[in-house]
């Protein structure tokens, strides 16, 4: 069974930095991209960014560059989302997701909730 | 950069009614690179269709994708209880975006 396990809820201050973790089993990691997704509180997806774990190559949105950080360590097969300077914007769900050879996202990680808050 | 516009914002139904939900993209999106995801309170977005016109594993035949270009639709023929939810379709090119998304609630 593929799945996609995020690490847990953070509370962070502004200006912190948050690192979330999201480990993968039941495929071959290095077969998929891996993706990103921010979910604000009642509000749509956002896509943040992607990397391709057979490289560590990535792409980032212009809304996040310079402020998010998405790696890969292929030894534990799990992908990291590193994000910066937080603001109470950025207080939201965010997502892990598989990139299928079509492109499409499946599947999901169970999302991971961090709050900006002082 | 492709906008995807969702409409209705929400749509009001009864079980056993049939949902139309629309998207449209501010250019041409290759038919191949149109996703639609099923979302409900507390968890994580599902994937529906792909390829505009694919249904993913295990879901239903209520659910049809069809579309080309700039418009595309995803119909439930029947409205289930476990229906009710919020939808967004994708297109995943070289940049990937989502719709805001279309509410479908209990009328």
């Known amino acids: 069974e593929v799945q996609l396990v995020q690490s847990g809820a953070e509370v962070k201050k502004p200006g912190a930095t948050v690192k979330i973790s999201c480990k993968v089993s039941?495929?071959?990691?290095?077969?998929?991209?891996m993706h990103w997704v921010q979910q604000a509180p009642g509000k749509g997806l956002e896509w943040m960014g992607l990397?391709?774990?057979?490289?560590?190559?990535?792409i980032y949105a212009e809304k996040f560059q310079g402020r998010v950080t998405i790696t890969a360590d292929t030894s534990t097969d799990t992908a990291y989302m590193e994000l910066s300077s937080l603001r109470s914007e950025d207080t939201a769900v965010y997502y892990c997701?598989?990139?299928?050879?079509?492109?499409?996202?499946?599947?999901w990680g169970q999302g991971t909730l961090v709050t900006v808050s002082s | 950069e492709i906008v995807l516009t969702q409409s209705p914002g929400t749509l009001s139904l009864s079980p056993g009614e049939r949902a139309t939900l629309s998207c449209r993209a501010s250019?041409?999106?290759?038919?191949?690179?149109l996703a639609w995801y099923q979302q409900k309170p507390g968890q994580a977005p599902r994937l529906l269709i792909y390829?505009?016109?694919s249904r993913a594993t295990g879901i239903p035949d209520r659910f049809s994708g069809s579309g080309s270009g700039t418009d595309f639709t995803l119909t439930i023929s029947r409205l289930e209880p476990e229906d009710f939810a919020v939808y967004y379709c994708?297109?995943?090119?070289?940049?990937?975006?989502f719709g805001g998304g279309t509410k479908v609630e209990i009328k």
């Open positions: 250019q041409s999106v290759s038919s191949s690179y």
């Open positions: 039941g495929y071959t990691f290095t077969d998929y991209y």
């Open positions: 990397v391709d774990p057979e490289d560590g190559e990535t």
């Open positions: 390829g505009a016109s």
């Open positions: 997701a598989t990139g299928s050879l079509g492109g499409w996202f499946d599947p």
């Open positions: 994708q297109q995943y090119g070289s940049s990937p975006a």
